[in-house]
């Protein structure tokens, strides 16, 4: 592995657990649950989630992405979710672990209708667009457990119901 | 680039962002909560504004005492939205005079958060200030996302596009 892809790689490694951690507490029998008419549901913001990893290999194999070219991966049940997570989350590792500093230091285009949205060497896009994009869509679904009644396990500090210092 | 100038960078992008989202929460919805167990709206959003500044004062110590975290004056209610917004204003300008100030090799160096006697956190400085003061925070700013939907307030785009718009760096392609 090259030394600009480095830290992704070890902080991706990281937030495996945690991300896992919430993976499993979807509940199997509220997938179409959603918290307000124009929200994703529940099993559309888990399959999210875990698809974000995948983003890995495409930046790694590709120098562009149309964003909407791809329809989004379709979960119909918690192991499809959950499966789809230790795949993506191993091929990100390999391809991450792959990654020259040549490749991480060239750059990717993002293209939405015909025009060019941002064109950035490929450590930056697996920074902001896998990476801190996976957080924030993590955030959105520990709330979406709260609301479920479900326990919120620990990310990166105590929940109401979890204490990792205690 | 430094590792502080690095994490400053990225800081300077999002916190226009996240000034975005404090601005929409609804004054009459500061103690609103979507759940029993959850922080209220109010709680959250000041949460969110505290965290950077707060972050980079807490790495000056070297080990930093963990806070009570059952104490519930940790997530302090605030009175009104202006009270959030002047607090993220200082936490900006926190981090804008202290980050700058640690070198590599401080962010290198091996950090301890002690919790009560014993160690909490041992990591490099540099990986807690990653964590803590930026991805902890957009799981949080994704956490508020939920609530000014829930509340029917239009959620700012962030990475991509919300249902109601598209980030900044998208509007050129949708205005041409």
Do not use: C
Request: charged fraction near 25%; aromatic fraction near 8%; glycine fraction near 4%.
């Amino acid at each position: 592995m090259a030394a600009i892809v480095a830290p992704i790689l070890s902080e991706f490694r990281e937030e495996i657990p945690a991300t896992r951690r919430v993976l499993e507490r979807v509940p199997a029998d509220k997938l179409a649950w959603k918290p307000h008419p124009k929200s994703r549901s529940l099993g559309e913001l888990a399959m999210h989630v875990a698809s974000i990893p995948a983003m890995a290999e495409r930046i790694a194999k590709t120098d562009e992405f149309t964003a909407g070219s791809a329809a989004p991966a379709v979960a119909n049940t918690v192991e499809d979710i959950r499966a789809a997570f230790e795949k993506n989350a191993r091929a990100a590792e390999e391809h991450l672990g792959q990654m020259s500093d040549q490749t991480a230091q060239g750059n990717w285009r993002l293209v939405f209708r015909g025009k060019e949205i941002f064109n950035k060497p490929r450590a930056a896009v697996l920074r902001t667009t896998m990476l801190n994009h996976m957080y924030h869509h993590r955030g959105q679904l520990s709330v979406y457990l709260r609301l479920l009644d479900v326990p919120v396990p620990v990310v990166y500090g105590p929940t109401a119901d979890e204490n990792p210092f205690a | 680039m430094s590792i502080a100038e690095s994490l400053l960078a990225e800081f300077e992008v999002q916190a226009p962002v996240t000034r975005r989202f404090l601005e929409r929460l609804p004054e009459d919805k500061l103690t609103w909560k979507p759940h029993e167990k959850s922080m209220t709206a109010g709680q959250l959003a000041f949460h969110i504004a505290a965290v950077p500044g707060g972050v980079i004062r807490f790495v000056q110590n070297n080990p930093a005492q963990a806070p009570d975290f059952r104490n519930a004056a940790r997530f302090p209610q605030p009175a009104s939205g202006e009270e959030i917004l002047k607090t993220f204003e200082e936490s900006i300008a926190t981090v804008r005079s202290m980050l700058p100030k640690v070198d590599d090799a401080a962010m290198a160096e091996t950090w301890r958060m002690l919790a009560g006697e014993r160690e909490g956190l041992v990591q490099p400085r540099g990986e807690f200030l990653r964590d803590v003061m930026l991805s902890h925070w957009y799981q949080h700013r994704g956490q508020f996302s939920v609530y000014l939907r829930m509340l029917s307030v239009a959620v700012p785009a962030t990475w991509g596009p919300s249902a109601d718009e598209l980030p900044a760096f998208m509007q050129k392609a949708q205005s041409a």
